[in-house]
């Protein structure tokens, strides 16, 4: 008899729901019993749609995550740009002598940042090579700007790599969880003509019994 779930499975370990072609035989004959491959079949579709749901959670979150990660990165290369004395801004809208304090260094750079949802403050940020990154669980680090941009790229990268792997996932479970819903609904609508062929068998040998016995 064929199990509900075959054992091949996707990338990420993802078991592959196979189509049951011949009823009959994977309930193991005419006679068979479906009730246990319907709970078979009801017990994979329930772990298909926790999955389904525990990824799509996950996807949304990356899909806040990752936007977080960009302009964090913007900031950081900014900074890095600026520092090294390319910063485009200053290029393309500040004079070389309105950018320089009088002592031939670059002034301070004036910018706001938020402190809720909707309240900004200004702040000067002094010229640093060092900024602080927020690494989730209440933990903040301190990095070099170099070391902080090439962290930033990777956690970038890795979050799209998990979110790609993650929108496939999704396409894939919810074509097992089709597969199931199929092969369960046909287990049922074939046990239902089963047992109305079975009710119309019985029928006719009962007729054909009372007719031979008034005969």
């Known amino acids: 008899m064929s199990t509900a779930v075959a ?14 072609a011949d009823i009959e ?45 960009k302009k964090t990165l913007m900031m950081v290369e900014f900074l890095q740009e600026r520092r090294e004395g390319k910063s485009k801004a200053a290029e393309d809208d500040l004079d070389d002598e309105d950018d320089l304090e009088e002592g031939g260094s670059q002034k301070p750079l004036t910018t706001t940042f938020e402190l809720n949802d909707t309240l900004y403050a200004e702040a000067e940020l002094e010229d640093t090579n060092t900024v602080y990154l927020w690494l989730g669980a209440n933990v903040m680090l301190s ?19 998990s979110l790609k792997n993650t929108i496939e996932d999704l396409d894939y479970l919810r074509e097992q969880i089709t597969v199931m819903e199929v092969n369960t609904a046909r287990v049922y609508n074939w046990d239902i003509k089963r047992r109305r062929e079975k009710r119309l068998s019985e029928q006719a040998s009962s007729l054909a019994l009372a007719k031979t016995a008034e005969g």
């Open 25 to 69: 035989d994977h309930i193991g004959g005419p006679d068979g019993e479906v009730d246990g491959p319907l709970k078979r079949f009801h017990d994979a579709l329930a772990k298909y749609r926790f999955m389904d749901s525990n990824l799509a959670q996950r996807r949304a979150g990356l899909e806040d995550k990752i936007p977080d990660i």
């Open 7 to 20: 054992e091949e499975r996707n990338p990420r370990g993802i078991p592959k729901a196979p189509f049951i």
């Open 143 to 161: 990095y070099q700007i170099p070391a902080a941009v090439a962290l930033l790229k990777s956690k970038l990268e890795a979050a799209e790599l």
